[in-house]
T-cell receptor, first 114, second 108 residues
């Protein structure tokens, strides 16, 4: 199974809402990543978890809060977002530690902030 | 600071033609160079990758050519098909190392 799943596929939320994005993989990967992707741009790294510990935070605003409850799950909690946060949010995973050779991406969650 | 530069930004090729996308990098410590293919509304998928100890890698219609001295690598898509129409990103192993992407359109 080489699949990374993400839920929901689409999310529309107001600026005062709290919502969460979920990512799951069952490949035994110990590094998991959150990326943000705007239209016609490359994925932009947000967070990296390695062995369930946050190892990289790319100066992401605190309205984004990641969580890694176990080695298969990665969440991104959203609160008080801005319209410019509307984007495709991608989860990825790779073997053992960050920047192992292959990254497997999920299909993404299309987020719209109104 | 972008560590991998990709060109062209967009590419239109006739069906059956060869598509060529180029990337250049600066950091000689990079040791793995993947190419990702992304269809609209989907996540990137690893297409093919190369390490700097080889000059070429071929998988089906997709070939990576690697020039270590020039710090350049390229993706060649032979016999391009309309189903290859997608955005292609080159990358290097490490953070913030995606190229800007190339939108490929293959005309029937």
């Amino acid at each position: 199974d080489t699949e990374v799943t993400q839920t929901p596929k689409h999310l529309v939320m107001g600026m005062t809402n709290k919502k969460s994005l979920k990512c799951e993989q069952h490949m035994g990967h110990r590094a998991m990543y959150w990326y943000k992707q705007k239209a016609k741009k490359p994925p932009e790294l947000m967070f990296v978890y390695s062995y369930e510990k946050l190892s990289i935070n790319e100066s992401v605003p605190s309205r984004f809060s990641p969580e890694c409850p176990n080695s298969s799950l990665l969440n991104l909690h959203l609160h008080a977002l801005q319209p410019e946060d509307s984007a495709l949010y991608l989860c990825a995973s790779s073997h053992e530690r960050e920047w192992q050779y292959e990254q497997y991406f999920g299909p993404g969650t299309r987020l719209t902030v109104t | 600071q972008q560590q991998v530069k990709q060109s062209p930004q967009s590419l239109i090729v006739q069906k059956g033609g060869i598509s060529i996308i180029n990337c250049a990098y600066e950091n000689t410590a990079f040791d793995y160079f993947p190419w990702y293919q992304q269809f609209p509304g989907k996540g990137p998928a690893l297409l093919i990758a190369i390490r700097p100890d080889v000059s070429e890698k071929k998988e089906g219609r997709f070939t990576i050519s690697f020039n270590k001295s020039a710090k350049q690598f390229s993706l060649h898509i032979m016999d391009s098909q309309p189903g290859d129409s997608a955005t292609y990103f080159c990358a290097a192993r490490g953070k913030s190392t995606f190229g800007d992407g190339t939108t490929l359109t293959v005309k029937p």
